[in-house]
């Protein structure tokens, strides 16, 4: 099983791995000359994409992902423009960050995301993704919602929304299912422009009546934040309507 970590290098190209058929995992992390993917066969399960500011687009690894990848880690490339990732169905952990150039993402319809983080990216909108767990949106700076994102979220472990200053709402989270009561974290905050709550108050609910029930708050460890938006309701005010400013 190959698993090949190249950093810190002045290749251009990846001939060298010609003779590889497939590679388990791949990290490309601060190669300031690489320019093309050439010499790449196949690739499963993990690959990192990390500072390679020369590369402009991931058009050469179609055809050459496994249709499930276990880690996907896009970060930083100063020139990256274009992604698709449309021949993936399934990522258990998808983290972008950085891309200054990169705006869109191409991905299958269906895309099962079971840990998402999406920081400091250049996105206004976002390709919908489903099954989602944890869940990090923090410091994008151009994102307008969260709708063509959450369409299809199952339920959470772990959420973080916070330092967006373009949403308004929560509009997305709708189907949003508290599946493990008190043992995770819940952050809303430093959104600057964020007014509408209603879209959790199903969330709310259940949070509410499993506090009733269990007669105990979160456990330790456990996070319930919402501050340093433009409204900032307690999870009272949004059970009883009081969910929008």
Do not use: W
Request: aromatic share 8%; with cysteine; net charge negative.
């Amino acid at each position: 099983r190959f698993e090949l970590s190249i950093e810190n290098t002045g290749i251009s190209n990846l001939s060298g791995l010609s003779s590889i058929d497939h590679l388990y995992s791949l990290k490309l992390i601060n190669n300031e000359k690489l320019e093309s993917f050439e010499g790449l066969n196949h690739l499963y399960y993990t690959f990192h994409l990390v500072n390679n500011p020369l590369i402009t687009s991931l058009d050469e690894l179609k055809g050459k992902y496994s249709n499930q990848l276990s880690e996907l880690r896009i970060a930083n490339n100063l020139n990256l423009e274009g992604v698709n990732l449309s021949e993936i169905e399934r990522i258990s952990d998808f983290n972008m960050e950085g891309n200054p150039k990169l705006q869109t993402l191409d991905s299958y319809d269906s895309l099962h995301v079971s840990s998402l983080s999406l920081i400091n990216t250049s996105f206004e909108f976002i390709p919908s993704v489903h099954g989602v767990e944890i869940l990090i949106i923090n410091d994008n700076q151009n994102l307008i919602g969260l709708d063509s994102i959450m369409g299809r979220i199952d339920g959470f472990y772990s959420i973080s929304i916070q330092n967006n200053p373009r949403i308004k709402s929560l509009a997305g989270l709708d189907s949003l299912e508290l599946i493990n009561y008190f043992g995770g974290t819940f952050i809303i905050a430093g959104n600057s422009s964020l007014s509408d709550f209603c879209s959790i108050t199903e969330f709310a609910k259940e949070y509410d009546q499993g506090r009733k029930e269990y007669g105990t708050s979160l456990k330790e460890g456990s996070t319930l934040l919402i501050e340093g938006n433009e409204y900032n309701p307690t999870i009272e005010q949004i059970v009883a309507g009081d969910c929008s400013n």
